[in-house]
């Protein structure tokens, strides 16, 4: 079974610009979260999908949004830019929602989309 | 914030058991405990959870104290494949994660 998929791998945008990540999950996975990782900050929860509804989201900003189609692909949009956005963005799927209660914690993750801001 | 505290590196000598503590004296009677590694420039894996029994799968054991005030992650045979940071984490609504162990395997 093939794994979850994430595009592009590496992506350079300049500040003010907005950048789309693309999240496919494995198959039969209806729920998508996204994670950032920075090295100051470590891995932090974006938000999670489920059935083309967010059913929860992290602290960000309004500038990082997402969405999910009907075949359960995700995308994550961050609009402009900052410097601070530099950052490895992971996508996890899993079969329910890990914020549908207990335990439903099993998530499989992407390689990620590396992310620069110049 | 996560709601574990754990060693920020480890050493292990190739071969050995690898034992990765977690503390997390503030968990909730129904909330688990949940392992992934994460292997440099990769995404984080799955490793194993449980509630209050322990739990054994391919990858490692995992221990958790009769209080369910900490656990143990055993990898019983580390190599050098096993290096990477390791998160404990306590799920309640969603998942959190710490900044981890890192452990080195040693040859």
């Known amino acids: 079974k093939a794994g979850v998929t994430q595009t592009p791998r590496y992506l350079i945008k300049t500040r003010g610009q907005q950048v789309t990540l693309s999240c496919s999950p494995i198959?039969?996975?209806?729920?998508v979260s996204w994670y950032q990782q920075t090295p100051g900050q470590g891995l932090q929860f974006l938000f999670e999908y489920f059935s083309e509804t967010q059913r929860n989201k992290g602290n960000f900003p309004g500038r990082f949004s997402g969405r999910q189609f009907s075949n359960s692909r995700s995308e994550m949009n961050v609009s402009t830019l900052e410097l601070g956005d530099s950052a490895l963005y992971l996508c996890a799927s899993s079969l329910a929602p890990t914020t549908s209660g207990q335990p439903q914690g099993e998530q499989y993750f992407g390689p990620g989309t590396r992310l620069t801001v110049t | 914030d996560a709601k574990t505290t754990q060693p920020p590196s480890m050493d292990c000598a190739e071969g050995r058991a690898a034992n990765l503590p977690c503390n997390h004296s503030t968990i909730s009677g129904n909330e688990y405990v949940y392992w992934y590694r994460q292997i440099h420039s990769q995404g984080p894996q799955y490793i194993i959870h449980?509630?209050?029994n322990n739990e054994t799968n391919e990858m490692a054991s995992l221990i958790i104290t009769e209080d369910r005030k900490s656990s143990t992650l055993i990898l019983p045979h580390a190599t050098l494949r096993d290096t990477a940071v390791y998160y404990c984490?306590?799920?309640?609504?969603?998942?959190?994660f710490g900044k981890g162990t890192r452990l080195h395997i040693l040859p």
């Open positions: 984490i306590v799920k309640d609504d969603k998942i959190i």
């Open positions: 198959s039969g996975h209806r729920s």
């Open positions: 449980g509630l209050k």
